[in-house]
């Protein structure tokens, strides 16, 4: 006696979370039948391995017609075919889109393209990620990622629009998103340590302050031709930045903002004389010069995808090897970029605010062992 | 011209690419009504079209907006070569025909393909501006209404129930007509789904003149089918019953109870009638069309053998009241005079009720089935139907003659079924002889006189269960007992009925799901010697599936089945039997006795200690289930036996001259009662396997119920959480093992797998029960045996079974004792010392203190029930002590006083419950759900019966998920468009509904399948009760008058 069908249809879908998780980490029927097995689901129903065999598959079944409609999730809201309770929806919606914290962290900042894709299998064999999660994950990357690529207004607000995602997770894709479309680099060795909340938090900051988006330039120039304004940084920003070259080059400058620094900080910072060391030109880790040096980088495209690698190597190594307190680290970057507006040949106040008031949020998040 | 219909066309949305390099569609619509179509523009370059159409008339007769769907097909406009079609919408008209149905369809509806399922959706707009036709020769039945439910609906009264009304229309299958082998799949699937639309509505419209002749105004109970006959044809035949209904004119008049078909029709001044129609003459109108052509048909034809009493009327199966003449006395006999002249001059008595109005059924005889083999042939003359006509007649008449052996001049629970396999058809009838109350059966000429004294004569809760046939001249050997509830007439030691649990009955405990299951290797052959082969098979088949019913019923310590229906199905080298039934522990019944086996070979020590093993195991079981099922039913001593039943003074005279004849044989019957055990002989091993086979069923596990009624008996605190659902499967026997046992265990180990996995699905909803479990069996091909399942889960709270039942009886108690005070205002003959004598307090002690047996039933009617039908129920000696002393101190009241009392009291449930029908929260959520009622929710409006017909076919079956995947899209797409029409009249839920028909046939080699499903059910608006309650709070000081005016807004 074999089955040959077998199914089960309800007049409201049932959903159970537990296969529906199964199913998201991408094991097959089987697995997932050994799986509930030894989570103790026979003892507790009584039921047979037949009748999980049954209802697995057919679980199975309806999140496979599902799909389709995952892809689209205002689909799901309009579609007449499964009758499911908002609640439940939303919770299809959420899990669907969920993401692992080990597989974002291998594919950030790449290029979410076929290349990458192939790569998949690689990072499954490393994370022990399923590839079929993997897949599925990528191709949740790559399909939020063309939706909201051509459009204007706030990235996360798109995102939310046209996935429906709690708050939480139409912000993590926002940063997935800017990283994809920046290709910042995250993979190197240095910055394995950072994980991707650290990356996400430094996106939110650079979408907010860093982009065209971020100037609220939208309305002026309806028909201007930026049109991915949350996506890309402002070229024009960026290019500007070289101006703050200005801070180390002008050696006047460069001591009366060093002095400034040491007055205020004087008796406050337990790692005093390693800072004011490390203002020093000839000082291999000058803070001062290495944050300046970012900035002016930045114009090409290559020392954009490679700001977080600059990033720890110029500051964040240097402040560890010194032991310095977080809070110590907060104090001068604080105190390094306030006293600047006491500078008065400097001219480009609101260009180093822009970029120092950014910066300083992402190297106090990127700031721990 | 009587009528114009508008249609127009709104927008689409979702739909498929249907140009590949633009990624896009270019869209318009067909708009087609009998033979005109209307066009809508060409909607470029979208998924999303907005059409915005004009609107479309269609001026038409009636009779065609009857039997015509309205079709919409949506196509992609294509400038080079012909349009695409993406899918079509087949809109039935017939709900906006009624005046009191749905006024519009408005919504989104599924565009459906009969290749690629649903592709998108369209918003239309359809009304109707009919136009008052006078004429008396006029072919339409405009205005009947047409009811799945198979009970009096909700918001209606039963003014008279006239009785059975039939029909079918045969046509040529389009599937084997010649052009079919030059036309596409899709052409041939929409003209099959065309036919059988318009043959549905012609069969609506044939049945509702019927009605119309008999001066009804409605059809209940609408059971339609279409049998399939391959190359003979296809032929649509339909059953109901025929009514005139009365609207009640608030639909919040209504108990919560869930399961009362309408309690409160009693509370209702009966001699209103609004309705002119119902004044005439009523049922003795002889009907044109039931007098049939009996020519024999030419094909081969022989009855099976279910004449044989001993199958048809189940041996053994219980009855009701005995010797009519002898305890009825005159009134009785008047009683079956009058019903029976009311009843003869029909030809067939027949109702396809399952559930009646309180007093309608006096007593219940017991089962009757027929079938009959009948060989198809070819349909010559689609207009003269006569061959099947004469086919069903020849059965129903069967029937009639079965009931009457019974002593029954009425059969309720009607249904009709076939089973084909190639050319070979096996017609079933099945039904429960009953006796009836005249007087829903004609004008309330009567009544009046018969109608208190009736409620006097019978105690509740029993007297259904009284043989109606002579104790002399029995049909067939029973053990007739001395009714335990009444002590007055005679019971039979088990009953049989294919109706549900009368809701005044005495229920001990809770019942149970038992499924008889069998199958029967038969050879392959052709023709006559097939049909032969079968026609052998059938009585062993009916005599095995009831000794298995029998037997389980005894092994879960239970006394009668209700909702019993037993399923033959033929196939190709196989027939099988599916028996499923309600079991429940009827208190008026004597208990079952124990099941005892006997071996053939005493001798042999270590069989005997085997056989004494089995023994031991059977009664253990019996034991078990008695406490799984809370059966305890109050043990009967001796000294209560033997003590005459007391009496309380105020009973007539009549029924004190029964009850001392009655005492005479009391001791003689009961003891009888108690000896019997019911045995079982193994005499070889087949027998061995019955046994054994008997305890491999498993009851379900801890939390679940399972009955096909539509309520389980013993459990009525139903929460409002209800999930509808199918599950169908499909296995492939091994034909290597195909000996009779094997393919038994094989169909057990389905159907009982089937059941585990639905308990392990629903888990979540635990406790539950699920209720309405529909099986049915059909053998698809040789060796695959197809079982489908429809049934509903309902929670219901286990911790406040005792506590709601008993605050509903102390609101209602409140309730009732408001009404008494206001009654006291008012010089009534109602004397003061009665007033105390109110039947409640009684009522609920009784609940309490033997809360096992179920007097809830009891209680909820508590106006009109009489103290000495109390005291016999009561569940101990010290009990009836306790009440009778309460009787005594606080004196008693009249039946007669009831309805006096009852108006009072109708009319406060009617001032406190009446709230608009407005507000229903749930929007866009459609419940979809085999019973008749929802529970927790009020049905406020019927929109009209559903009844719809899919067939899906694809030639990608393995991209498509297999057969599984196939299947389960085509289901999940039947149900979204099934809540998509119910949305679109306004409703929000499907009540009656029932897969009719699920044809599956598949081919993997070539990577075919198709199905063909047909559905039914009435489309309603509900309100919830929790929301009825916070509008009636908000308006607490309305007076009469208010509710007056409030009641009128409401209809």
Redo the contacts between chains.
């Keep these: 006696?074999?089955?040959?069908?077998?199914?089960?249809?309800?007049?409201?879908?049932?959903i159970d979370e537990e296969v529906y998780r199964l199913w998201l980490d991408g094991y097959s029927v089987s697995d997932a039948v050994a799986l509930r097995v030894r989570a103790g689901i026979l003892e507790q129903?009584?039921?047979?391995a037949?009748?999980?065999q049954?209802?697995t598959?057919?679980h199975y079944?309806?999140f496979?017609?599902l799909e389709r409609l995952l892809h689209a999730p205002p689909?799901l809201l309009?579609?007449?075919?499964?009758?499911i309770?908002p609640s439940r929806q939303a919770l299809l919606i959420e899990r669907y889109y969920a993401f692992d914290e080990a597989f974002v962290r291998e594919v950030l900042g790449k290029k979410l393209s076929k290349g990458t894709k192939k790569d998949l299998d690689d990072i499954s064999a490393k994370t022990g990620i399923t590839l079929k999660s993997c897949r599925r994950q990528f191709d949740n990357f790559k399909r939020v990622f063309k939706v909201v690529e051509e459009m204007r207004g706030s990235l996360a607000d798109n995102i939310q629009q046209h996935f429906l995602f709690s708050d939480r997770l139409a912000r993590d894709y926002a940063a997935i998103v800017f990283f994809a479309n920046n290709r910042f680099e995250t993979a190197k060795k240095k910055l394995q340590y950072l994980s991707f909340g650290d990356f996400a938090f430094c996106a939110e900051l650079m979408i907010q302050n860093w982009t065209l988006g971020a100037v609220g330039e939208a309305p002026s120039k309806p028909d201007s031709q930026v049109d991915d304004m949350d996506m890309d940084l402002d070229k024009e920003f960026l290019q500007d930045l070289k101006e703050l070259k200005v801070l180390v080059a002008d050696k006047d400058l460069l001591d009366l903002h060093k002095s400034l620094v040491c007055t205020a900080l004087r008796g406050k910072l337990g790692v005093f004389s390693e800072m004011e060391a490390n203002f020093k030109p000839p000082a291999p880790q000058n803070l001062s010069r290495g944050l300046v040096n970012v900035a002016a980088k930045l114009t090409h495209n290559k020392d954009v995808r490679d700001l977080f690698v600059d990033l720890v190597e110029k500051f964040v190594e240097p402040c560890r090897s010194d032991h310095w307190p977080l809070g110590d680290v907060r104090l001068f970057l604080n105190q390094y970029s306030v006293t600047v507006h006491s500078l008065d040949g400097f001219r480009h106040q609101a260009l180093w605010d822009r970029y120092m008031d950014t910066l300083r949020g992402c190297l106090l998040r990127l700031y721990h062992d | 011209m009587p009528g114009k219909l508008k249609v127009k066309i709104v927008a689409g949305r979702h739909l498929p690419v249907m140009d590949r390099a633009s990624d896009l569609t270019d869209a318009f619509v067909e708009v087609k009504f009998g033979n005109t179509t209307f066009k809508t523009d060409v909607y470029l370059k979208s998924l999303n079209p907005q059409w915005n159409s004009e609107w479309f008339k269609f001026e038409v007769d009636d009779e065609d907006l009857q039997d015509e769907p309205l079709q919409i097909t949506v196509l992609d406009h294509d400038t080079y070569s012909a349009n695409d079609a993406i899918g079509k919408v087949y809109i039935d008209i017939d709900p906006l025909l009624y005046s009191e149905a749905a006024t519009v369809i408005s919504g989104w509806f599924p565009i459906y393909d009969t290749i690629h399922g649903i592709r998108g959706e369209i918003n239309v707009v359809v009304k109707v501006d009919l136009f008052n036709d006078l004429n008396r020769f006029r072919q339409s039945s405009c205005g009947v209404k047409f009811f799945c439910t198979t009970s009096i609906p909700k918001c209606y009264r039963a003014v008279i129930i006239h009785g059975f009304v039939e029909e079918l229309v045969v046509n040529e299958d389009p599937e084997y007509q010649w052009i079919d082998r030059i036309r596409t799949p899709r052409a041939s699937n929409e003209a099959r789904q065309r036919l059988i639309s318009l043959m549905s509505g012609e069969l609506q419209r044939k049945i509702g003149l019927k009605v119309l002749e008999m001066r009804g105004n409605a059809v209940v109970g609408y059971l339609q089918c279409f049998d399939l006959e391959g190359e003979s044809g296809l032929v649509v035949r339909a059953i109901g019953t025929a009514c005139t209904l009365d609207k009640l004119s608030s639909p919040a008049a209504f108990l919560p109870a869930c399961n009362s078909p309408s309690k409160e029709m009693k509370e209702l001044p009966f001699n209103e009638d609004p309705n002119p129609n119902t004044h005439s003459s009523g049922p003795s109108t002889p009907l044109k069309n039931q007098t049939y052509s009996f020519s024999p048909s030419k094909s081969y034809s022989r009855q099976s053998s279910s004449s044989d009493t001993d199958l048809s009327l189940t041996p053994k199966t219980g009855m009701g009241s005995g010797s009519a003449g002898k305890e009825g006395g005159p009134f009785k006999a008047l009683l079956r005079q009058q019903t029976q002249s009311a009843l003869e001059q029909r030809e067939f008595p027949f109702f396809t009720l399952t559930a009646f109005p309180p007093g309608f059924l006096v007593h219940v005889g017991g089962v009757v089935s027929a079938r009959s083999v009948k060989l198809l042939d070819r349909i010559h003359n689609p207009d003269e139907p006569e061959t099947r006509d004469a086919w069903w007649a020849e059965i129903r008449q069967e029937i009639k003659s079965h009931a009457k052996a019974l002593g029954c001049h009425a059969v309720v629970g009607y249904s009709e079924s076939t089973s084909i396999c190639e050319e070979v058809c096996i017609l079933s009838a099945s039904g429960t002889a009953a006796v009836l109350n005249p007087r829903f059966l004609q004008d309330g000429t009567v009544e009046g006189c018969l109608e208190q004294r009736i409620e006097e004569n019978l105690p509740a809760g029993c007297g259904f269960c009284h043989i109606p046939y002579d104790e002399l001249n029995m049909p067939f050997p029973a053990h007739l007992t001395y009714c335990y509830n009444c002590r007055k007439q005679k019971v039979p030691d088990v009953l049989f009925t294919t109706i549900d649990l009368p809701t005044d009955a005495t229920v001990v405990g809770k019942g149970c799901l038992i499924q008889a299951r069998l199958c029967r290797l038969k050879k392959k052959a052709q023709a006559e010697a097939n049909a032969t082969a079968i026609s052998n098979l059938l009585p062993f088949m009916e005599y095995e599936v009831h000794t298995q019913l029998m037997n389980k019923l005894k092994l879960k310590g239970m006394n009668a089945l209700f909702g019993l229906r037993i399923q033959i199905t033929v196939g190709e080298n196989m027939l099988m039997g599916l028996a499923s039934a309600t079991a429940v522990y009827l208190a008026a019944l004597p208990m079952p006795g124990g099941i005892q086996i006997a071996g053939k070979t005493p001798s042999d020590g270590s069989y005997e200690q085997h056989i004494s093993h089995m023994q031991k195991k059977i009664s253990d079981t019996i034991a078990k289930n008695k406490e799984l099922y809370e059966i305890n039913p109050p043990e009967i001593s001796e000294e209560i036996i033997g003590s005459p039943i007391p009496e309380p003074k105020q009973r007539s005279r009549l029924l004190r001259s029964q009850s001392e004849s009655s005492d005479e044989v009391t001791e003689l019957d009961l003891s009888h009662g108690k000896k019997d055990a019911f045995v079982l002989e193994i005499d070889d091993t087949d027998a061995m396997e019955d046994v054994h086979s008997l305890l491999t069923d498993v009851p379900p596990p801890s939390g679940f119920y399972s009955c096909n009624t539509e309520i389980m008996p013993g459990i009525n605190n139903w929460t409002s959480e209800i999930q509808m659902f199918t599950s169908v499967r499909v296995i492939r026997l091994s034909s290597l093992n195909l000996t009779n046992q094997a393919l038994n265990k094989n169909f057990n180990d389905l159907c009982e797998n089937l059941l585990k996995s639905l308990y392990f699905k629903l888990r979540s909803m635990i406790p539950c029960c699920l209720c309405h479990v529909n099986f049915t069996v059909s053998l698809p091909e040789d060796e695959l045996i197809q079982v489908t399942v429809t049934a509903v889960a309902i929670t219901f709270d286990k911790n406040q079974a005792l506590q709601t039942t008993k605050t509903h009886i102390e609101k209602s108690l409140q309730r009732a004792s408001t009404d008494n005070e206001e009654l006291l205002q008012f010089p009534l003959e109602l004397c003061s010392d009665s007033l105390p004598s109110h039947p409640f307090p009684p009522a609920k002690e009784h609940l309490e203190s033997a809360r096992s047996n179920s007097g809830i039933p009891a209680a909820q009617r508590a106006t009109s029930v009489d103290y000495s039908s109390f005291a016999d129920r009561c569940s101990s000696w010290i009990e009836l002590i306790k009440l009778k002393a309460q009787t005594i101190r606080r004196g008693s009241i009249k039946t007669t006083v009831t309805v006096e009392k009852a108006s009072p009291m109708g009319e406060g449930n009617f001032r406190n419950r009446s709230a608009p029908p407005c507000a229903n929260s749930t929007v866009g959520v459609v419940k979809m759900t085999p019973l008749s009622f929802i529970p927790g929710a009020k049905i406020t409006k019927y929109l009209g019966i559903i009844n719809m017909f899919f067939i899906r076919e694809t030639t990608s079956l393995r991209e498509e998920g297999g057969v599984s995947g196939f299947l389960h899209a085509f289901i999940a797409e039947v149900f979204a468009m099934v809540r998509a029409h119910v949305a679109a009249l306004g409703g929000n839920a499907v009540v009656s509904y029932i897969m009719k028909q699920c044809v599956f046939m598949e081919n993997p080699n070539k990577n075919q399948a198709q199905c063909l499903i047909n559905v039914s059910g009435d489309a309603v608006i509900f309100v919830r009760e929790s929301e009825l309650e916070v509008i009636s709070t908000q308006q607490p000081t309305a007076n009469c008058q208010q509710s007056c005016a409030g009641g009128e807004v409401t209809t």
Excluded: W, Y
């Design positions: 006696m074999t089955s040959e069908l077998d199914i089960f249809v309800g007049n409201t879908t049932l129903t009584g039921a047979t037949a009748v999980l049954s209802d598959m057919d079944r309806t496979h017609m689909k309009h579609q007449l075919v499964f009758q309770p």
